[in-house]
C-alpha cells in the first residue's frame, strides 16, 4: 500500500490519514491492536519514523492509546472524542460542501480548510459548490467574556488584539473560498462572517448539514501582553477544547439526528436575528 508519489503533504501526514480513516471506518476496531511499526512502515513503504510520527498525530486525536510492553490499541468509545480535521476533508468529497462554524476565531477552522482547499485549486477535487460560513463574537461591543482577572471587566486591549486574530483568520478563509468560484474552479462558492454580542461559550461545526462538533471553551487564567502592555485575563481557551461528534442518520429520532438538527436550528437562529455583518 505505497503512499502516492503526487500528494504533496509528508509522508507522516499521508500514512496517519490512512490510519486514521481505516480507524474510523471500524476497520480497526475500538480496542483492536495496531501492527507493529515495523509492519506498518512495511505496509505503507516508509521508515519505521515515519510511521512513529504518524502514531504520534493519531495519539494526540485520542484515537489511539500506547501500552507499555503490549503495543499500540485502537481507543475504546472512539466516536467521542475524535479529530475535526478529517471529517472536515473528508467533506470536500461531496457534490455540494457546507461548513458553518461558532465559536471565538475561526483560527482552527481557517487551518483545517487549507489542505482541501488546496486540493481543489491543483484539481484533485471538484466539488459544484462550496459555502462557508462563521459566526464570532462583535469585537466593536464590550465583552463579559474573556475579561480582566481583577474585576472581570471587558478590556478594550484585549479585544483589539482578538480582532487582529479573527480578521486574519476568518477573513483569509472567505477570500480563499470566493476566489475558487472567481477562478471558475468550483461553480458556485460563497464564504461569509458575521458578528454577534454574545460571548461563546463553546464551539460548533456544521459539515454538510449531516455532522456537528461540539466542545466547551475552558476558562483560564493568562497573561496578555499587547503594546508592551501586559494584562492578567480570563481567555476561552480554544486549543483545550475537546471535540465530540454527532452524525445525522435516517432514524430522524435518534440522537445523532437530534442533535445535529437542533445545532443547524441553533445556528440559524443566531445567524438570521441578532448577527451582523462583520464589515472589514
Avoid at 462583535?138 to 480582532?163: I, M, Q, Y
Avoid at 443547524?264 to 472589514?280: D, G, K, L, N, Q
Wanted: with cysteine.
Amino acid at each position: 500500500m505505497a503512499l502516492d508519489p503526487d500528494d504533496p503533504r509528508p509522508p507522516y501526514v499521508q500514512v496517519a490519514n490512512a490510519l486514521r480513516a481505516a480507524i474510523l471506518t471500524k476497520k480497526f476496531s475500538a480496542g483492536d491492536k495496531l501492527p507493529s511499526r515495523a509492519e506498518l512502515a512495511k505496509t505503507y513503504n516508509v521508515a519505521p519514523m515515519t510511521v512513529q510520527n504518524a502514531l504520534r498525530e493519531l495519539r494526540e486525536e485520542g484515537l489511539i492509546v500506547s501500552r507499555q510492553g503490549s503495543g499500540v490499541f485502537v481507543r475504546e468509545r472512539t466516536e467521542s472524542p475524535v479529530g475535526l480535521r478529517p471529517h472536515v476533508e473528508r467533506a470536500f468529497e461531496a457534490e455540494n460542501v457546507t461548513i458553518d462554524f461558532a465559536g471565538f476565531s475561526g483560527e482552527t477552522l481557517h487551518g483545517i480548510l487549507t489542505e482541501p482547499l488546496d486540493k481543489i485549486r491543483v484539481g484533485r477535487l471538484r466539488p459544484e459548490s462550496v459555502t462557508v460560513r462563521l459566526l464570532v463574537p462583535d469585537p466593536a461591543e464590550p465583552w463579559s467574556l474573556p475579561c480582566t482577572v481583577d474585576g472581570h471587566a471587558d478590556s478594550p486591549n484585549f479585544r483589539k488584539r482578538a480582532e487582529e486574530i479573527m480578521r486574519r483568520h476568518t477573513l483569509a478563509t472567505i477570500d480563499e473560498v470566493n476566489e475558487l468560484g472567481e477562478l471558475g474552479l468550483v461553480n458556485t462558492a460563497s464564504a461569509q462572517v458575521r458578528v454577534h454580542p454574545a460571548a461563546p461559550l463553546f464551539k460548533l461545526y456544521l459539515i454538510n448539514n449531516e455532522e456537528a462538533f461540539f466542545g466547551f471553551y475552558p476558562v483560564r487564567e493568562r497573561a496578555i501582553s499587547y503594546n508592551g502592555e501586559t494584562e492578567a485575563m480570563y481567555d476561552l481557551m480554544g486549543k483545550d477544547a475537546i471535540l465530540f461528534h454527532h452524525s445525522a442518520n435516517d432514524d430522524d429520532t435518534s440522537t445523532g439526528s437530534q442533535y445535529v438538527e437542533q445545532s443547524r436550528t441553533w445556528f440559524e437562529s443566531i445567524w438570521s436575528t441578532i448577527a451582523h455583518e462583520y464589515v472589514r
